[in-house]
């Protein structure tokens, strides 16, 4: 029962690199989401997806990239890493129509950016 | 746009004893769902209890309840009779019925601490 997986766990990368978190799920759940989790912010919501090749942006979207080749996959790019990207990173999924249900989260990836 | 507030960045309570924390949200959407999550030194994000905004019936879970104020639009969770395992952070987050993505709004998060 792998569940949501994400790796790194931890991660620290250097200002002006391009970094990849991974994110991958065993439940073939269509939604997918990338959070980031700042201190006074709680969750902001960086990108989602409904399918494969479906794809949209969240709050804050500015510096990422993503892709949804695969519907278990979901991985998400810092195309220049910035030290302001340093937070703690996670990726969801739902299995029903829109989450109502709520979500079922990966353990998260704590990037730091030097 | 939806926002989730908690103004309470950190609670102090003793074991056995009872904490609420407060939630409050702003929307113009009459149909929505709202949900608490836990999120342990683990770093794990534990769903605790989830409220429809139709349902006039408080929601319960074990040891947690919610107060439920839609007029208000209010949301507190009450956790009873602490343990030293709900020292967490917790989470406020809401979601309106209508949006297909089932985005997630979330609040800053309240520290809550069970002390001995």
């Known amino acids: 029962d792998a569940g949501i997986t994400q790796s790194p766990r931890y991660k620290i990368t250097e200002t002006g690199r391009q970094v990849t978190l991974m994110c991958h799920q065993t439940?073939?759940?269509?939604?997918m989401f990338w959070y980031r989790q700042d201190l006074g912010h709680g969750l902001r919501l960086i990108y989602y997806?409904?399918?494969?090749?479906?794809?949209d942006k969240g709050e804050v979207p500015d510096g990422y990239v993503v892709s949804r080749s695969k519907t278990e996959n979901f991985p998400l790019t810092l195309e220049s890493a910035t030290r302001s990207q340093t937070s703690v990173y996670f990726c969801?999924?739902?299995?029903?129509?829109?989450?109502?249900?709520?979500?079922?989260f990966g353990s998260g990836t704590r990037l730091t950016v030097v | 746009a939806q926002t989730v507030t908690q103004s309470q960045p950190e609670m102090s309570v003793q074991e056995a004893e009872t904490v609420t924390l407060s939630c409050t949200y702003d929307t113009s959407e009459n149909n929505y769902y709202l949900f608490w999550y836990k999120q342990p030194p683990s770093r794990q994000m534990i769903l605790v209890i989830r409220?429809?905004?139709?349902?006039?019936q408080n929601a319960t879970e074990n040891r947690f309840s919610v107060n439920f104020q839609k007029a208000a639009k209010s949301f507190s969770l009450k956790i009873s009779d602490s343990q030293l395992g709900d020292t967490a952070m917790y989470f406020c987050a809401f979601m309106i019925e209508t949006d297909s993505w089932g985005k997630l709004q979330f609040g800053a998060g309240t520290q809550v601490v069970v002390t001995p």
């Open positions: 409220q429809e905004a139709y349902k006039q």
């Open positions: 997806s409904a399918a494969a090749d479906i794809t």
């Open positions: 439940w073939s759940h269509s939604y």
């Open positions: 969801a999924s739902s299995e029903s129509t829109g989450g109502r249900e709520g979500y079922t």
